[in-house]
């Protein structure tokens, strides 16, 4: 890995960190080393491996240490919430941290996959007011992409192998509802679902279904496919191309994986903990690079 100049790193560079289980894998150090060299800011960002049962004891170790804040991945983003000081009203109504930032001593949580999500959706022409949408899971991943979505579809459907649990993430977003708008929570049966797809204009993945290894795997039953005019946003980001969206360009639809919400939360991210806008360029290139490195 090449991103961060260790030369630069001084007594007084201040460390941030990603907390995760397992974390090796991790390519938001690349991301925002690269984002910190650009923009001239004296901080590291690091991998820290965490397992579940020692996330309180990483987050007062991080107090104690004066990181300038951290992020988290699978699966800390729930549980960490009793641990902060305070949260902003995204990460109390979605109900997950991804990020979280110093702010004079008290260790203030949010989160930002919720805006990458719209990025990722914006800058591809796929999100906008009255839209109807399908959602396929109701896992954690999915309560940004609701949250999102929410404010803005006359219609959303979540599939899930069991309709209760999509029950349970709606009732937690209402209040985002908007006046009028149609929520339902469906089990995933291959012919309700192909029904509510004959008319939406957005599918949405956020199963892990398709992502490496498994890249053979698809989240829609066999033989059901989104119409052309419909788009296809899936927030796996490796391998680039899921079976989802190879299947979706067969068709003729318009699609997006996770690289751009990937990026663009990271981005989000940046500016809570430096109030910076930074050099997305360099940090998309530094992202690039990574994949590439983890294909070798």
């Known amino acids: 890995m090449a991103t961060t100049d ?16 397992p ?7 690349w991301i925002h ?13 690091l991998a820290l491996d965490v397992k ?9 170790g991080i107090r104690v240490l004066d990181f300038a804040g951290f992020t988290l991945t699978a699966p800390h983003k729930e549980t960490v919430m009793p641990f902060l000081d305070e949260l902003t009203k995204e990460a ?10 110093n702010r004079n001593g008290r260790w203030v949580g949010t989160n930002t996959d919720a805006i990458g999500f719209q990025r990722m959706l914006e800058l591809n022409g796929m999100y906008r007011p009255g839209m109807k949408a399908v959602m396929l899971g109701a896992g954690g991943a999915a309560r940004a992409g609701f949250y999102t979505l929410g404010k803005v579809c006359s219609e959303l459907r979540v599939f899930n192998r069991t309709a209760a649990r999509g029950e349970e993430l709606m ?16 089990p995933m049966d291959a012919g309700l679902l192909a029904r509510h797809l004959a008319d939406a204009d957005l599918l949405v993945n956020t199963t892990s279904l398709g992502m490496s290894p498994n890249v053979d795997a698809s989240p829609l039953p066999e033989g059901i496919t989104p119409r052309p005019e419909c788009g296809v946003a899936d927030m796996i980001y490796s391998p680039p191309k899921t ?7 067969a068709r003729g639809c318009k699609t997006t994986s996770g690289h751009l ?22 940090m998309d290139a530094a992202l690039r690079a990574g994949m590439e490195a983890q294909k070798q």
């Open 92 to 101: 109390r109504v979605i109900g997950s941290v991804n990020t979280v930032a």
């Open 261 to 282: 919400m990937l990026l663009h939360q990271a981005v989000e991210a940046f500016k809570f903990w430096t109030g910076v806008d930074p050099d997305v360029p360099a």
């Open 23 to 29: 974390i090796h894998h991790s390519l938001s150090p």
């Open 33 to 45: 080393n690269a984002g910190f060299a650009a923009a001239g800011l004296d901080y590291v960002y």
């Open 52 to 60: 579940p049962e020692d996330l309180e004891t990483a987050v007062r």
């Open 171 to 186: 009732r937690s977003m209402e209040p985002v509802k908007p006046e009028g708008a149609l929520w339902e929570a469906l």
């Open 6 to 21: 260790l030369a630069r790193v001084t007594g007084h560079t201040r460390p941030l960190a990603i907390l995760g289980y």
């Open 243 to 249: 079976k989802l969206i190879q299947t979706a360009e």
